[in-house]
């Protein structure tokens, strides 16, 4: 399970950098996304993976560590106002610049390396 | 425990939340409050100064809850500093918006409040995690600060700064969750503890864990390869925001000298003293390619944007020696370098109100009604901003490149401090002369100075380093005792953990299977 869990957090990872890395606001966004994710499930993976074990103290035999739960959930809280927040100053970008791409150029004056 | 730790964020939150419940149009009364609030907050900074002076740790654990499980508050002198900084920063930027920067949109105030809250909040904490949050209530606070007033400039940097900020925050998380992985806490005393007793096996993934950090914290101080959002998203925020953002930067710059004294320090056992390699090569490289982008600005506020960074490799190169003389040379230099370059975004946004359509562009245009009062206040400004004497840069570079040990590291900081001085210093010669001399003939623009508007500029771009020198011996004895203190970081542990009761078993046995 720990590969299995590990590979998919590398590969949202590498999803979300190769979206980052694009020059349109709306795959930069989603990758921005996608990294959240990936990173919200790998603080979760650092409370150690485990099947029934409730995030409790005070029970008898194996509990999970509740800290990471309680990272996560302030993470995921913090990381969807963030992506409100960009997603409304991307559009606001778009209608102010007339053009969806990072750096706010025209599509006809790209000079080179614009994603297209 | 006293309670006055937790007023600094409590104080701004609390006015914020006030300010964001008026109507839009009582803004005479929102001015007011907020105003207020802030000039609070430096009676309550100096307080905190005095209690923190005698050495001890103020330690405040938040609901009671006792460390290393809950979140606590620390006060010792390095944090006490940086919260008068704060404060002596904030006052004239909220005085200067109140003049009508604070009118083109709506919360101006609220959003300064919330500000001032993640400020103080990042320099209060003992806790990573809450760093990260207290990290964000500011970032986003100052993404709506810099897209205040509106406009292309503006929505195009924000973009940027949103979006590389965004990032940053990600890989924060991921530095986390590795710490929090191998040693099993986020508590900055008790990972002092565990990052010093790691083993050999625990190493590799520490190291990574403390260079990610370095990453971005190095993203918020503006550090080499990180700086290219800065420029831009400086000049294109109004005055008021600008200046408050002078300390933005410097939250990176404490939370290096922070995160690098206390957890990977001297002390660290394998990973002492991990960034020190980069951190070097990194600021000298930044303070001259800083001094070089001030070269080549092409307006005033680009100008101070560069200033800016060239003060974050100055300061980072000094961090990164680890003698408690050039940290106390470095911390002065911080007090110095926050206000004037402060007083500057304030001073270029009145030379912009003032030079009509031509703006703080470095081109020849109409000679200004206020040329005198505003060429002297620059003058002054370009004076302690370049180190020269008699003001507070002077003072500061001094003790700096006193305080380098001789050897190979004083040839390298002493050429590149130098030179890019000498740089900077062509840089403002040439702005003044583009500015104030090289007029046309056409009929002078501009219109009555504001005093209330002149008055924040004067403090912060005249007085400040006039005090700093005057006063340069106290300010140094004071941050001495604090370089001393950050370089002891076991007070700073015993303080925090305390003598500790036996861990419960059951919290023993959770989470480790």
Not at chain 1, 21 to 42: D, E, Q
Not at chain 2, 160 to 184: C, D, P, Q
Not at chain 2, 190 to 198: F, I, N, S, T, Y
């Amino acid at each position: 399970m720990e590969l299995l869990v590990s590979l998919l957090i590398g590969l949202m990872v590498a999803c979300g950098v190769y979206l980052l890395l694009r020059a349109r606001t709306f795959p930069v966004v989603m990758g921005l996304i996608m990294l959240s994710y990936a990173v919200n499930l790998f603080l979760f993976a650092m409370g150690r993976l485990g099947a029934e074990l409730p995030a409790l103290v005070g029970l008898q035999g194996q509990t999970s560590d509740p800290v990471p739960q309680a990272l996560v959930l302030t993470a995921i809280v913090i990381g969807f106002a963030m992506t409100a927040f960009a997603v409304t100053l991307a559009l606001r970008a778009n209608s102010e610049l007339d053009s969806d791409h990072v750096d706010g150029v025209a599509d006809g004056d790209e000079t080179g390396g614009g994603g297209q | 425990m006293s309670h006055w730790i937790i007023l600094p964020i409590v104080l701004p939150l609390l006015s914020g939340l006030l300010l964001l419940m008026g109507r839009s149009s009582a803004l005479l009364r929102k001015r007011l409050l907020s105003l207020l609030s802030t000039l609070m907050l430096l009676p309550l900074a100096l307080y905190l100064l005095y209690l923190s002076s005698d050495g001890d740790y103020q330690v405040y654990a938040l609901g009671n809850w006792a460390a290393p499980y809950g979140i606590v508050l620390v006060l010792d002198r390095l944090a006490a500093l940086m919260l008068v900084l704060t404060a002596l920063l904030a006052l004239p930027a909220v005085w200067y918006a109140s003049r009508g920067d604070d009118a083109r949109g709506r919360h101006f105030h609220a959003l300064f409040q919330f500000q001032l809250m993640g400020l103080n909040g990042a320099f209060l904490t003992g806790d990573l995690f809450n760093l990260f949050v207290f990290f964000e209530v500011l970032l986003i606070a100052s993404y709506a600060l810099l897209l205040f007033g509106g406009g292309r400039a503006r929505s195009r940097a924000g973009l940027h700064y949103v979006l590389l900020n965004l990032a940053g925050s990600s890989l924060f998380l991921i530095a986390l969750g590795v710490l929090y992985g191998v040693t099993g806490t986020l508590n900055m005393a008790d990972l002092a503890g565990k990052v010093a007793a790691a083993e050999a096996s625990e190493a590799g993934l520490l190291h990574a864990a403390a260079l990610l950090l370095l990453l971005v914290f190095a993203l918020k101080a503006a550090l080499l390869p990180l700086y290219f959002w800065l420029p831009t998203a400086y000049s294109a925020a109004s005055a008021p925001v600008a200046a408050l953002f002078a300390i933005m930067t410097k939250v990176g710059v404490y939370a290096i000298v922070r995160v690098y004294t206390l957890i990977f320090g001297a002390q660290a056992g394998l990973l002492a003293n991990v960034a020190d390699g980069w951190l070097w090569p990194l600021a000298l490289a930044t303070l001259l390619l800083g001094a070089i982008g001030a070269l080549a600005a092409g307006k005033l506020r680009t100008l101070v944007a560069y200033l800016v960074i060239v003060s974050v490799g100055m300061l980072l190169a000094a961090v990164s020696l680890h003698t408690p003389e050039a940290l106390a040379g470095a911390l002065y230099y911080l007090l110095h370098t926050t206000l004037v370059s402060g007083g500057l975004f304030l001073l270029a946004g009145l030379i912009r109100h003032h030079r009509g359509p031509a703006g703080d562009h470095f081109i020849t245009a109409a000679r200004m009604l206020q040329q005198p009062p505003l060429g002297i206040l620059f003058f002054i400004g370009a004076v302690a901003v370049a180190g020269l004497p008699p003001l507070s840069g002077f003072v500061g570079k001094l003790v700096l490149l006193t305080a380098v040990p001789a050897g190979e590291q004083q040839a390298w900081f002493w050429a590149v401090v130098l030179g890019s001085g000498l740089i900077t210093i062509v840089a403002l010669s040439r702005a003044g002369s583009r500015l104030f001399w090289k007029t046309d003939e056409s009929t002078p623009a501009g219109h009555r100075l504001d005093p209330w508007q002149l008055a924040p500029t004067l403090l912060l771009v005249a007085v400040a380093p006039l005090l700093l020198s005057l006063f340069a011996r106290p300010v140094m004895e004071y941050t001495g005792a604090a370089a001393a203190q950050l370089l002891v970081p076991e007070g700073y542990v015993a303080a925090v953990l305390g003598s500790e009761a036996p861990l419960p078993a059951t919290i023993l046995q959770g989470g480790v299977q």
